[in-house]
């Protein structure tokens, strides 16, 4: 079969009409970054910011426009806030009024668990945090920010797509206590995500802010691997209280861990610590301990860049049982040895960031 071709695209949104301006929204150059992948299509709407809630229907009569093209297997159509030019810059290089609102001030701290590289256990790490936040009865909510690749759905056992009572603002699908968002809720398993920035952005941008999270104690954002797009997004539209950095013990690993702690200090966001996982494995046979990836390098790279040393997670089957087959170490045993990591972990997050007296960071991203 083939492969739609951008015309196609824009010739079916010629008929979508901006419900303000009167012209459709091709005309008035609103759609940017199409993406075609074997029948697979995306593409962003700019919209004022201000009119963003708005402009759900026209989304949707976007997607349904092109998805009436033969040959198109599914759409995916992203709203993103186009932000007015301004003449004047600031010392910074960056054009004076043109800061974008900040998402999710009205929820508690959010802690981003990020790491430099990816299949270091972030994602893993991330949802045993989140459970042990929630069972020590805190109103805990969870938002997997990995466009590419996300985990939540495998790891919390969750299939359902999110409801949305109006058309316009998603609820988030609760699970073992947590509040829960991803793209994966809203994406075959198997289809990929073939998006570009712009794209990965938006849908980040939606999730955040397109979604009822009502009351929530503390929220835990899963970062994608590596410094990219994501990661900036987060740095300028959430005033974060903080990142921690997930690393396993070698040089390698290590290598990229600390260019995601430099990149979160860079852009003034706190680093709460690092945390080693996989630091060992425990034989379940003979109990024997072996220091597979070494052992140690994230806490000595800890003391060498100034910031707090979380705690060291094993290796060890029951964690990874736990995040393949939906049901997490924290639910499976909730009082356990392996638990009582993550909960300690929790505890002293819980005490850096309730306990500060300074105001929520609003960063700036300075690019040289």
């Not at 004022?48 to 997607?63: F, N, Q, S, T």
């Not at 301004?86 to 010392?91: A, G, P, R, T, V």
């Not at 430099?116 to 949802?127: A, D, E, I, N, R």
Request: glycine residues 10%.
């Amino acid at each position: 079969m083939a492969e739609v071709e951008n015309d196609q695209i824009l010739k079916a949104l010629e008929k979508i009409l901006d419900p303000d301006k009167g012209q459709d929204i091709v005309s008035l150059d609103m759609i940017s970054g199409i993406v075609c992948q074997n029948g697979n299509i995306g593409f962003t709407i700019e919209v004022d910011a201000g009119r963003g809630k708005k402009m759900e229907p026209l989304r949707l009569a976007a997607e349904k426009a092109v998805m009436a093209i033969p040959g198109v297997i599914s759409v995916t159509a992203v709203l993103t806030a186009a932000i007015a030019e301004n003449n004047s810059h600031n010392s910074t290089g960056q054009k004076a009024g043109n800061q974008p609102t900040k998402l999710l001030e009205n929820i508690g701290p959010v802690i981003a668990v990020a790491s430099g590289k990816g299949g270091v256990g972030k994602s893993t790490t991330s949802v045993n945090l989140a459970l042990a936040f929630a069972q020590k009865g805190l109103s805990t909510a969870i938002l997997d920010a990995d466009i590419y690749g996300p985990s939540l759905p495998l790891m919390l056992g969750i299939s359902e797509k999110p409801h949305s009572p109006d058309g316009k603002i998603l609820l988030p699908i609760e699970k073992y206590g947590l509040k829960c968002m991803s793209i994966g809720f809203m994406v075959p398993a198997d289809t990929p995500t073939i998006w570009r920035g712009p794209m990965v952005m938006g849908a980040l941008e939606q999730m955040m802010q397109d979604v009822k999270w009502g009351e929530v104690d503390v929220l835990i954002v899963d970062m994608p691997p590596g410094t990219g797009d994501a990661q900036l997004t987060m740095a300028q539209r959430v005033a974060m209280a903080g990142a921690v950095i997930v690393s396993t013990p070698q040089d390698l690993a290590l290598l990229d861990a600390r260019k995601g702690l430099n990149m979160f200090k860079r852009v003034e966001v706190p680093v709460l610590g690092i945390i080693e996982n996989m630091s060992y494995f425990l034989c379940p046979n003979c109990g024997e301990r072996s220091e597979i990836f070494t052992h140690g390098g994230a806490k000595r790279a800890a003391v060498q860049m100034g910031v707090d040393f979380l705690g060291e997670v094993p290796l060890e089957m029951a964690i990874r049982e736990g995040s393949d087959n939906g049901k997490p170490i924290l639910v499976s045993e909730p009082k356990g040895p392996r638990s009582e990591i993550y909960h300690t972990i929790a505890k002293n997050l819980w005490e850096k960031v309730s306990d500060s007296n300074s105001q929520p960071i609003n960063p700036q991203i300075i690019i040289e």
